[in-house]
């Protein structure tokens, strides 16, 4: 018998971790040194120095930069979070009708592709939008949707889906006999859900708020149309990075790395209050729905709707606009079908492109994702803890900076991927692998590990336990993390337009490339058809993930 | 096939010894419970066995052949949890056959064995059910006849009645130690229950603190504790010093409150003791007395229920103890 | 149940694939543009193109800054064979990922739009301008000069382009340095200026913003007037009395690219006068050519000789670029 220094309850999630740290190793952190090692060199690529870091921490104007994102980030998540859990709630335990529709509806703001939804919402709400005149002609006065306001409002409305799902998962998840507990002790009902339930789902909202920082901080399509002169630190990267006039790679690089820094740090803080405080929940089925009066009913009814509603205006104000008559640029309010019959003359192929890498790029985040979600939250060692903090930087890995970093590293050499398709569907996954992190490690920790020990005591390998248990067991999960990865891909813009190339266009450059040149009919015309075509996994998934709660 | 053996097992989590140095040998065919407070180091110890938990030092055998080392899915055990561990996905026939299929046996043979298994915990006709149809009592019944099923070399049970109600409780750990001898399978046992290890066990472990405090019969481990915490953990008893009894060696000894009689009721030649009754709980059958003797040490004793019987609190007795039943604890 | 569904997943991802890869079995003649023109213009040219050659355009299309990054990233086995749509700054400092080519067309082109060593030439010519929207501001109530803009009643209502992020914005800043004075200052009343100004990340949010309505005036190119106003937007453009300038973009041929004998042609196809006068209609390209009558062509754009026009150092800019982009991000700063 050999004796192997690893010990055999290890090796499996050993073996995993070994696995994803070469792929991450190889195409998220060798690309990243790649591009940003130049912040660390002097002017003459020659020896190592700081002064990049104190240089440019120095002006006013990356100062600014940082504070304006920072507080853009912290604003957002807190509306996000405020306004994401009654409604959460509310789906998890007030009888609210047509729950189902609204849950189906509130992924719909991840689709659009921000610059997308930032182009409808001036067309709206700007300072001649349709809205703001029909205001004004009423005289009402409608303050800019420029500026932090705006932002924050956007980003809101867009990402609080992020923070909507896990906690109604969690508010399920709560054992009743706690609640009831609680009041048996003469607490009254609204002091115990803000005593002892808000606590108990508390980990799963801060995991979402984490996801919506991160995300403020990393998008730049918002503040690239809403911001106007307002510094932002996305924003100022992509500039510093693939700027027209002065792309200054070692400046950009400093971004780059302390926006990073700020993610890391954010997660680790984050993964400390969570290892300190596991709530263990042991409820086998959904709490039971609470008996409110008709009025608590209605309000919660009202607001909930009100939520998805208002999150979709960009939405369909889109779908609007692709069936009107666009000039050029210049849009004439009448009802027309020539966008369409332009996009699917030029378009055909971006489309099934964009279907063809949606579908491969989940597949791939969810092979690699899942593992990794399962072995950062089944085991608490150190070489976990740094998996996870690994598997989750791409969230603060700007598309752009990773795309160059994947043309630097794969134009020549040992691994040459440029000029394919297959370097897109790389760098999706890669950007895509946090999602399937995050949600399966959710699944995961509602799993009582002693399935596994069972299975295994009954003669299968850890590895057969994992795919046979295991996974079964996460399916849901699974599959909403594929869904999410799916449509964030489609709609992905950063990392394609920097990888794509021949034909390998997608949706999303057709898109930008027509909004850029003022063709903003055939934009709004294959947003439209992006929204349909992602109805359709949505619209999948949620009927899957019901007969698989009722079973 | 023979026994298990246990040799020099130790483990530490932190500064905590949770197996501290645990020599122990179980025949081949015995029903042999591991029992003590939680945090003793019985589940660590079991888990051990199982192949869930590494040895810091020693080693554990099957027989000649040392099992230590290999990976917990080739160890040829079947495990009972506390929670059932039922998988949720598979019917109750899938369960019970989801390690005869990991052992490749051929479908046939896997649907006559499971459907014998299932009889065997009366749980016949219910293969095609799904886990979450099934009561508690049921869940750990079908745990059981998946362990059952591969003809383990040993099966290994963690608190498994914990989770059942009272009579539940009863009737159940009369049925696997029946399916158990039935079988001759080698069962290891981990509970906290006295009554329960007492009821199934041919052996019974003694754990504190990592170390095995006593090893033996359970009618041994009963009447002949050999420590402080032994005689304690078994059952109520009178802990006293030796001194308080009349005796000159200087030693704490145990003595049942069942070895305690009112004099005029004793055989001839029991010593007699002088106190007054302190408390009185009356509980059917039986009841339950404090008695304060000479030096202030208050004995337990019991009382079986007679017609006509009085006793009050501050009445002066006459105690008569059987000095066969004095044990001397360390 | 869930496995039958899973094979059914599998099945879908397949087929999606397959039809994915039907595409790329169309082997022919083909060349890889890297272009930062708008799509308009691409599908114009790219279409006709293949057309008269049977040459097959593989465009990708981005900004100038992607670009160029990916230029400069693939130097060592490029990718692409032109690139095309970017400014005589860009073509100037990137000389080097270029390969020679003495157009057909090199005789018909002014040298000053020209390298010397035909590395690279130009096609069209951006003439800085100001975008007024008359909706928004009565056609003969607008600024007639870049002096003009420095009223405190624009304030707030001039969009602009960030300069890191364009290079006609930077070609306009730097121009009025010089044209007010030049040092401190130019600087200090360019200062003046930012303070009325929106800067906005991208050029296309200029226009976008005059022609929608978002802001009254906006510092752009030539051509966006007559293209948002030919569609029907109140669109008008103001040529500076104080002078202006022309910002020239261009086309090279990348070194070592996979089809280096179709980009020549190429590059002779887009300065030929037939094919400037096609693009000219279409979307209003001032041609660096000479030889175009503007007067009997859509868009109205006048002569070149009828505007004024100032001398502007553009070698001496794009050699001190970095310096100068700091300062005019402290300038930006400053101004809020």
Redesign the interface.
Known sequence: MTILAIPHGQRLPLGIAALAFVFLGLFLIYPLVNVFGASFLDAEGTSLTFANYTRMLG???YR?AITNTLEIGVAATLITTVLAVPFAFALARLPIPGKAAILALASLPLILPSFVSAYAL??LL???GIVTQWLQAHGIGFGSIYGMGGIVAVYALTLYPYVLLPAIAAFKAIDVSMEEAAQSLGSSPGRTVWTVTLPIVLPAILAGGLLVFIETLENFGVP??L?????IFA??AF??????????PSQAGVLGVLLILTTTAVLLVQRRFLGRRRFATSARQAPPLLKVGRGVQAAATVYCWAVVILALVPFFSIVVLSFMEF??????PHFSLDNFAFLFD?AL?PL??T??FA??AA?CVTIVGVPVGYVVTRYRSGVASLLDVVATLPFAVAG?VLA?GF??SF??GAL?L??G?LILVLAYTVRKVPFAVRSSSAIVHQIDASLEEASISLGRSPLQTFLRIVV?LM?GGILSGMVLSWVTVASELSAT??L????W?TLT??MF???????AG?ATAAASFLIVVSLLPIALLYR?VRRYELS | MSGIVIAGASRTFGTVRAVDGVDLTVEQGEFFTLLGPSGCGKTTLLRMIAGFCELDAGEIRFGERRIDRLPAHVRDIGMVFQNYAVFPTLSVAGNVAYGLKARNVAAAEIATRVEEALAMVQLAGYGGRLPHELSGGQLQRVAIARALVIRPHVLLFDEPLSNLDARLRVSMRAEIRALQKSLGITAIYVTHDQEEAMSVSDRIALMNHGRLEQVGVPVDIYRKPATRFAAEFMGTTNLVQARALGLAAPVWVSLRPEALRFAEEAPAGWPHLPGVVVGIEMLGPISRLDVRIGNGAILKMVLLDAPGQIVREGQIVTLAYDSSRLTVVS | M?MS?LRWLVT??SL??A??MA??AEAQK?L?VYTA???????LVFGAFAKETGIQV?????????L???LQ??K??P?GDIVWGV?R??LETNKALFEPYASKNKDATPAEYRDPNDLWIGNNLHLLIILQNTK?VPADQGPKSWADLLDPKWKGKIAFT??????S??ATVTMLVDMWGGGDDGWKKVAELFKN??????S??V??GV?????PLGISLEYAGP??A????PVKVVYPSDGTTASMEGVGIVKGGPNTSSAKAFVDYINRKDVREAILKATFRRPTRSDLDLAKLPGGLPPLSAVKLVKYDEQGWTAK??KT??QI??V??ES?
């Open positions: 002006r006013p104007f600014a001036v067309l700007g300072r001649s690239f149309v911001a106007e002169d307002m510094p924003v100022e500039k510093l990075f693939i700027g027209e006039t002065a792309p200054n000039r050029g640029p210049v849009l004439h030029r192929r099934v492109n279907l063809m579908t491969a597949l752009t160059i043309i630097v134009n020549a040459v440029t000029g398709p079964p399916l337009i920097v794509y190339s021949g034909p266009s450059v057709v490339q027509a909004l850029e040149s003022g063709g055939i899957l | 869930t569904r879908l991802a999606v694939c039809l994915g595409g790329t083909k890889v023109n708008e799509s308009t213009l691409n599908d593989e465009p990708v299309a981005a900004g100038s800054g992607v160029v990054r990916r990233a693939e060592a086995r990718q400014s700054s860009l928004l960030d300069p890191a992020n364009s290079g914005a930077y100004m929106k800067v906005l990340n991208r296309s949010l226009f976008q022609g929608n309505g978002e802001y293209l948002w030919s569609n029907g937007a670029r970095t982009m700091e991000k402290d930006l700063q809020r």
